[in-house]
Structure formats: structure tokens, C-alpha cells
């Protein structure tokens, strides 16, 4: 018996069963090896709620993914943070500063690639730090591959007694087939 921290809403009044011979439960544990809350000053994101659906185009075609932020005061960007939704894939990964209309539209200011050999949430050090100023937009672009997994791209949405209260501004955040 699971108690599920949605409420009691959700389920048996809150719970769940598993079987005993159930072979698949932890599969898909998004949690490992994480940072201590110290290591950086502040968060961007538009996902309080975190990953409650995936977007994909197929096992190892690739998706694109973007958030435009804006600083809220003078900062140095130092990382960036995104769910790996398989246990084996690679990214591409840029920062743009001084961002206009779409997430491509500034001046890019760091790019890098990197592979990932497990499922979860991971944090990726910039190779140089990036300065902002207060009020600049500044968006992260990723391209996610991940050869056998259709659907590599982590997203927020609203499910009906689950994450109902996921909201999304125009221009915030954008996924792609293209780029």
C-alpha cells in the first residue's frame, strides 16, 4: 500500500496498491545524486509542479526544447538543469542573452553538448559563467536525443486532479521538431 502525496483525491482515497510481483515499480526513479540547495544563488523555471508529461517525435529523433527567463537582478548564470527522461542520450545545450522574440533571437552566449547515462534530473555546469543584468531576457535552448526513448522531452501540463493548477505564459516555454 502507497500513499500518494497528490491527495486523497487521487486513487483509493489517497492510496494505491502494488503487487508483489509487480517488476517495473522504481523503474523510472527521476531523483539521484542530488546537489545540496546551497550550491546555487537562484532558480529559473516555469515548472513548479515538475515533469508531469513527456513531447517526443520517436526513439532517436531528436526534440528541441526552450525556456526564455528574465533576470531579475544582476547574475551570473553558472548552470543549467533539465530531466533525462532515459538512461541513455545526448544534448546540446546553448544560452542566449538579450532575447527578443523567439529563444534563438539574442546573442548566444554559451554552447555545449554532453552525454547522459542515466535517467533523472540533472544539473550541468556551464563551461564559462554567463552575466546577466536585471531585467535582460536570456533563454536555454536544448536539442535531446535519446535513441530507444520516443518521447525525451520533459514537460508540465495540467492533468486534472493531479497538476491542475500548471499555468503557461505565451513565450516562456517551446518545443519543436525543427529547431
Known sequence: IVKNSGGTAW???????????????????LCRNAEPVTNYDRIHQHDPLGHTGSRGYGAGVPI????????????RLSAIAFYALDSVG?????????????????????SFSGVFSHAGYLTVPLPSPVDLNTGEKFSVVLRLNTPDYAYPAAVETAVAGF????????GESDYSHGG
Open 11 to 29: 486513487g483509493d482515497g489517497g492510496y494505491h496498491y502494488i503487487s508483489y510481483y509487480d517488476t517495473k515499480i522504481g523503474q523510472f526513479v
Open 90 to 110: 545526448s544534448y546540446d545545450a546553448s544560452v542566449y542573452r538579450g532575447v527578443a522574440a523567439a529563444p534563438t533571437s539574442g546573442t548566444l552566449a554559451a
Open 64 to 75: 528541441w526544447v526552450s525556456n526564455v527567463f528574465a533576470a531579475s537582478q544582476p547574475e
Open 163 to 170: 497538476s491542475s493548477q500548471a499555468t503557461a505564459s505565451p
